[in-house]
């Protein structure tokens, strides 16, 4: 069972950029699924979740507005598009599975499936 992040990267304040997350080994199709970020210093924090059918979904709200989180449950990914990216969203960006939950949840602790982290830079 595996979870691969992709698309992090280096980008002026005001960009955008969009992140993947490819699930293999297993069909992820009722687990929650959600992104989760660290800076350095801090403590991981969700930015986005979605439940198992794509409907409903929470935002941490300093992205509300700017970041949106879609699945493709065919697909077995999870992406999440970034706009008018700023300097304080500046971490590593985690993806995670939830086997236990099919609703979106914020809890990291509730998550037990983890992509292994893409950097995402956003100069001012």
């Known amino acids: 069972v595996q979870l691969q992040a992709s698309g992090g990267g280096l980008v002026q304040a005001g960009g955008s950029l969009r992140l993947s997350c490819a699930a293999s080994?297993?069909?992820?199709?009722?687990?929650?699924r959600g992104w989760f970020r660290q800076a350095p210093g801090k403590e991981r924090e969700a930015v986005a979740a979605i439940n198992s059918r794509g409907i409903g979904r929470v935002f941490l709200d300093s992205v509300k507005g700017r970041f949106t989180i879609s699945r493709d449950n065919v697909g077995n990914t999870v992406s999440l598009q970034m706009n008018s990216l700023k300097p304080e969203d500046t971490a590593v960006y985690y993806c995670?599975?939830?086997?236990?939950?099919?609703?979106?949840?914020?809890?990291?602790?509730?998550?037990?499936?983890w992509g292994q982290g893409t950097q995402v830079t956003v100069s001012s």
């Open positions: 080994g297993r069909a992820f199709i009722n687990y929650a």
């Open positions: 995670a599975a939830s086997s236990r939950y099919t609703a979106a949840r914020s809890d990291p602790r509730l998550y037990d499936y």
